[in-house]
């Protein structure tokens, strides 16, 4: 049974890009958060997705965008890329039924340049 | 406002020495609330949770934490600390049902160090 599972790993893009970020949630959980970890810092939620629509937004600018696709993978997308996006970005994946608990995928590294 | 402290930014202990690690909520709705586990650059693993029942939940690798609704607090505790639990812990707290399902709010995060 695979976990969560994100691509890719790290990135590096340049200040004004656009970055699409990528998860697969664990096998039969069908719905998908992101969550964006600072350095040094606890993981601050984005959003979540669940059935295909944003449920739940965290505060974070219009910048950053998702979608979820009917086989519950999801993307995270940011656009304008600031230097202060530079983080570690963690997909979770849950039972939407069953409440907050959640399991995380690896993450990817972004690092904006 | 909804928020997790962990109060304990660094701690440092001997391995086979016990452990506690704090964590106090502030949440207006009964909280479902977690450890997790994270080791340099990687992703966040589950170590134990609270629903309800038994105040004192048990978790993998040894851990087990307390639950006091009196105190707001959720402290993670190990009897003997090997050194491969060096790792960052973080608290989370989490609503039940409601259109906060799903949305952890996560504390700032405790670094364990280990001396052998």
């Known amino acids: 049974d695979a976990g969560v599972t994100q691509s890719p790993t790290h990135l590096i893009k340049t200040r004004g890009q656009q970055v699409t970020l990528r998860c697969s949630p664990k096998?039969?959980?069908?719905?998908v958060s992101w969550y964006q970890q600072a350095l040094g810092q606890g993981p601050q939620f984005i959003f979540q997705?669940?059935?295909?629509?944003?449920?739940q937004r965290g505060n974070f600018p219009d910048r950053f965008s998702g979608h979820q696709f009917p086989n519950y993978s999801s993307e995270l997308n940011v656009n304008a890329l600031l230097l202060g996006d530079s983080a570690l970005y963690l997909c979770a994946s849950s039972f939407y039924s069953r409440g907050p608990e959640a399991f995380f995928g690896q993450g990817t590294r972004l690092t904006v340049v | 406002a909804q928020s997790v402290t962990q109060p304990d930014i660094h701690i440092t202990v001997s391995e086979g020495a016990s452990l506690e690690l704090r964590c106090n909520y502030s949440?207006?709705?009964?909280?479902?609330l977690f450890w997790y586990v994270q080791s340099p650059g990687q992703g966040l693993q589950l170590l134990l949770k609270y629903f309800s029942g038994d105040t004192l939940v048990q978790g993998i690798k040894g851990f087990e934490a307390e639950f006091k609704r009196s105190q707001s607090s959720f402290n993670l505790r190990k009897p003997s600390v090997h050194w491969s639990d060096a790792a960052e812990y973080f608290c989370a707290v989490g609503a039940a049902g409601s259109s906060n399902t799903g949305k952890l709010i996560f504390g700032q995060g405790t670094t364990l160090q280990v001396k052998p």
């Open positions: 949440y207006g709705a009964t909280p479902y």
């Open positions: 096998s039969g959980h069908d719905t």
């Open positions: 997705y669940y059935e295909e629509e944003e449920r």
